[in-house]
């Protein structure tokens, strides 16, 4: 069966430091992959969609970025954190060979920029 | 811009009633429709979807419903019971896109 793995679980960052938060997606191949947040009362905003290795859409302009090295490894970074980037961070996947398919998503990462 | 529009924050039902959930979107390319269940300091899990060529799909306790014209679903709940209780997404996504779009969710609060 099929699993995702996103970690850490929570972190807190001082203004100004650098992010990386990984996700692995396990028993499947090729899939897509997504890095949604939500912040504190919204919704889940869409931020990455990724096809495949080196293919990255961005859905809004931020001060994130992301990277995908390997099929089933997705990478969400930041080179400089913002107050504004606190929130719930998290990753998810689906059949990319599907027409009508559903997204799973990771357990998620809370991220607080002081 | 938000596509997709859940424009009530929360719901509260006594338990054994129907809970009714609304969501509106404005992207005719959408067609295909998911609701999704989360609890608090967790990932989403998917609940029930439909296709844009369906009006209505059961699954137990909970059906969906697709007003394409009113560019409008719903999610039935019956009976409701207090293990539902959680905030509830509606998504959808666009023909030939697996992308997924997200309301602002809907706190449901299923009272004993």
């Known amino acids: 069966s099929q699993t995702i793995h996103q970690w850490p679980a929570t972190l807190v960052q001082p203004v100004g430091s650098p992010l990386s938060l990984e996700c692995t997606v396990e028993?499947?191949?090729?899939?897509?992959l997504y890095w949604y947040r939500q912040a504190a009362g919204r919704g889940l905003q869409l931020l990455f969609y990724?096809?495949?290795?080196?293919?990255i859409s961005s859905e809004v302009p931020q001060n994130l970025s992301a990277s995908r090295p390997q099929d089933r490894q997705f990478i969400l970074s930041s080179k400089k954190l913002l107050l504004s980037d606190s929130g719930f961070y998290l990753c998810?996947?689906?059949?990319?060979?599907?027409?009508?398919?559903?997204?799973?998503f990771g357990q998620g990462t809370r991220l607080t920029v002081v | 811009d938000q596509q997709v529009k859940q424009n009530s924050p929360s719901l509260s039902v006594q338990e054994g009633r129907i809970s009714i959930l609304n969501c509106d979107y404005t992207?005719?390319?959408?067609?295909?429709f998911l609701w999704y269940k989360k609890y608090p300091a967790e990932g989403p899990t998917f609940l029930i979807s439909?296709?844009?060529?369906?009006d209505k799909n059961e699954d137990g306790r909970f059906t969906v419903f697709l007003n394409k014209s009113a560019k409008h679903l719903s999610l039935h709940i019956v009976p409701s019971q207090p293990g539902d209780s959680a905030v509830y997404f509606c998504?959808?996504?666009?023909?030939?896109?697996?992308?997924?779009?997200f309301g602002s969710g809907t706190k449901l609060n299923v009272k004993p």
């Open positions: 998810a996947w689906s059949d990319r060979g599907g027409m009508n398919t559903e997204a799973f």
């Open positions: 028993g499947t191949s090729n899939p897509n």
């Open positions: 990724s096809v495949g290795i080196g293919q």
């Open positions: 992207n005719s390319m959408f067609d295909y």
């Open positions: 439909i296709s844009s060529i369906k």
């Open positions: 998504a959808a996504s666009p023909l030939g896109f697996n992308k997924f779009y």
